[in-house]
């Protein structure tokens, strides 16, 4: 099966482009389970949902909470559920400054406040335009390869689009377990093929919640 993007651009009446509004809230009233496979299919070690979200301009944008602007989009739990789906996204790419794409395994939703998230924290890798798409594509096939041999310490992950970079983040259950931090931070280096200068930040979710409080304040 191809794993090239398929460029899905549906306008519709809430100005969005890339994905049709009314089928992710659909989507998103599903009950989140991980969908039933087929004896032929090759199951994942677990089930994933992916989720899109953009952040508007303007006084609407700002007063909308972090998961009102979360849409499902999808869930898999095979192989080929996951290329069924991938082959229908737009490349990262080619999607509008402050968007972003969020994987993460069922069950887990992609906020700091989930019970899965709330002792961990990220890797944030910053990337120059134009190398986006390739990192976010080795990124979660190194994901659901279990590539990083850390157990069940891998979360999700998020690619974000803005203006004058990109940026990658791996979510992972133990901020505290600092062995486990380092395997992730090499296997992702590893994955993304980033040179040794490359620089990679290691954010605790308490950090960035602290952060977002202060910056209320």
């Known amino acids: 099966m191809s794993n090239k993007f398929d460029a899905l ?7 969005d482009e890339e994905f049709p509004q009314k089928y992710m809230q659909k989507l998103a009233k599903e009950v989140l389970v991980a969908p039933d496979i087929s004896p032929d299919e090759h199951k994942l070690q ?6 899109y979200s953009k952040r508007n ?10 998961d009102q602007n979360l849409k499902l989009i999808g869930r898999f739990a095979s192989v080929e559920q996951f290329w069924g789906l991938y082959s229908h996204l737009s490349r990262p790419s080619e999607l509008n400054t402050h968007t972003d794409f ?10 700091w406040e989930d019970e899965a998230n709330q002792r961990g924290g990220k890797w944030v890798v910053r990337l120059r335009k134009g190398l986006v798409s390739r990192c976010w594509e080795n990124l979660i096939l190194a994901m659901l390869g279990e590539q990083f041999m850390v157990g069940e310490e891998i979360c999700g992950a998020v ?10 983040c791996l ?16 296997t992702l280096r590893r994955v993304l093929h980033l040179p040794p200068t490359a620089l990679m930040e290691y954010k605790t979710h308490n950090d960035s919640l602290k952060g977002v409080k202060d910056h209320k304040i």
């Open 159 to 168: 690619v974000s689009i803005r203006f004058q970079e990109d940026i990658i």
């Open 171 to 186: 979510w992972n259950k133990t901020a505290s377990d600092l062995s486990t931090t380092q395997r992730i931070r090499d």
């Open 46 to 51: 677990y089930a994933y949902a992916l989720w």
């Open 102 to 111: 969020h994987l993460f395994k069922i069950g887990i939703k992609p906020m």
């Open 57 to 66: 301009p303007g006084k609407l944008g700002a007063l909308l909470s972090y």
């Open 9 to 15: 651009k549906t306008s519709d009446e809430s100005g």
